[in-house]
Each structure stands twice: as structure tokens, then as C-alpha cells.
């Protein structure tokens, strides 16, 4: 099974910035779609943004569009949700997600996923 590690997570002030990090030592990312979720106490689980890493085609939630962007490096096998003008709203746990990238992706990119890391804790403060 792939092991993906997350990182990144801390206390923010609203306004401020924080860089989640999702890896999985021994393997590649390349054909496959790496998603970030989040999920707030008492709330369901929602896709924050996702990427096929062979093409780089990205989706983001509305909530979140224009403020986060998810990147890869290859040559690092790492996968990064770069966060800015975070909200406290924005608070959860984030979770990085992977699966081997289908022709569902592009029509359906929040049903990819067969593996997930442990989550990283997110706190905004207001």
C-alpha cells in the first residue's frame, strides 16, 4: 500500500499563509491524482483542491478557489496545497489522498482516491 505522509499544519493567524506538504517514500506520484480534503469538527469530509500529476489538471473547491494553489515536484515525489488569506473557516484536519489517475478524474475528481495519509492539523485564528 502507498504510505503518504502530511505535513504542514500549525496555528495561523486569519490572514497568514501555511504550506501542507503530502509525500509517499518508495513511490511515484506520477500517473496518479493527489487530493487534499479537509474536515472540520461536526462537519463532513470536502475535497479542498486535487491535481493529476501527469498533466497538471487541477480542481478546487469554490470555497477555496483563488486563495489556495496545489503544485507538485516531481523530482521530489511531493505534492503541496500552498494556502494563503486563510479564514477560520478554514480550520480542520487536511488529509492528502491518492489514487492511480483514470479517465473519472476529469469528470469526477473528488472519487479517485485509494490511499490517505494521517492529516495535519489547520487553526485559524480570528
Known amino acids: 500500500d502507498v504510505q503518504l505522509q502530511a505535513s504542514g499544519g500549525g496555528l495561523v493567524q486569519a490572514g497568514g499563509s501555511l504550506r501542507l506538504s503530502c509525500t509517499a517514500p518508495?513511490?511515484?506520484?506520477?500517473?496518479?491524482?493527489i487530493g487534499w480534503f479537509r474536515q472540520a469538527p461536526g462537519k463532513e469530509r470536502e475535497g479542498v483542491a486535487c491535481?493529476?500529476?501527469?498533466?497538471?489538471?487541477?480542481v478546487y473547491a469554490d470555497a477555496v478557489k483563488g486563495r489556495f494553489t496545489i503544485s507538485n515536484n516531481i523530482a521530489k515525489n511531493t505534492v503541496y496545497l500552498q494556502m494563503n488569506s486563510l479564514k477560520p473557516e478554514d480550520t480542520a484536519v487536511y488529509y492528502c489522498?491518492?489514487?492511480?489517475?483514470?479517465?473519472?478524474?476529469?469528470?469526477?475528481?473528488?472519487?479517485?482516491?485509494?490511499?490517505w495519509g494521517q492529516g495535519t492539523q489547520v487553526t485559524v485564528s480570528s
Open positions: 491535481m493529476s500529476v501527469h498533466d497538471g489538471i487541477s
Open positions: 489522498a491518492a489514487g492511480p489517475v483514470t479517465s473519472s478524474y476529469y469528470s469526477d475528481p473528488w472519487n479517485e482516491y485509494d490511499y
Open positions: 518508495g513511490y511515484s506520484f506520477e500517473y496518479y491524482a
